[in-house]
Nanobody
Framework: VQLQASGGGSVQAGGSLRLSCAASDGTLSSYDVGWFRQAPGKMREFVAVITWSGGSTYYADSVKDRFTISRDNGKNTVYLQMNSLKPEDTAVYYC????????????????????WGKGTQVTVSS
């Protein structure tokens, strides 16, 4: 599955952005989808994940209560609504999908995800 993230941009602290992740082959509805981010000089880190049905979601503590992951399988798209953005949210954001649903204990590990899209830049200024 080929993933494409979009929707990044530059906002001031406190602002909002909505990222989208789509699959070119129309198969995204069959996959769990996660969002990761990587800031300059830092390791890639987990942000959020949603199961294929949309029935379960998990978030990194750093974004809980600010970010919301959702999906519209009819539109073959997963969204990441980001509110109350902070300068430390500045990063390239990637969407990714695993071949098999990871265990909950490793669902935040990048190595569990087999397919990665090109990232989209999010810049938050203070």
């Amino acid at each position: 599955v080929q993933l494409q993230a979009s929707g990044g941009g530059s906002v001031q602290a406190g602002g909002s952005l909505r990222l989208s992740c789509a699959a070119s082959d129309g198969t995204l509805s069959s996959y769990d989808v996660g969002w990761f981010r990587q800031a300059p000089g830092k390791m890639r880190e987990f942000v959020a994940v949603i199961t294929w049905s949309g029935g379960s979601t998990y978030y990194a503590d750093s974004v809980k209560d600010r970010f919301t992951i959702s999906r519209d399988n009819g539109k073959n798209t997963v969204y990441l609504q980001m509110n109350s953005l902070k300068p430390e949210d500045t990063a390239v954001y990637y969407c990714a999908a695993p071949d098999r649903t990871p265990l909950v204990v490793t669902i935040d590990k990048a190595y569990e995800y087999d397919y990665w899209g090109k990232g989209t830049q999010v810049t938050v200024s203070s």
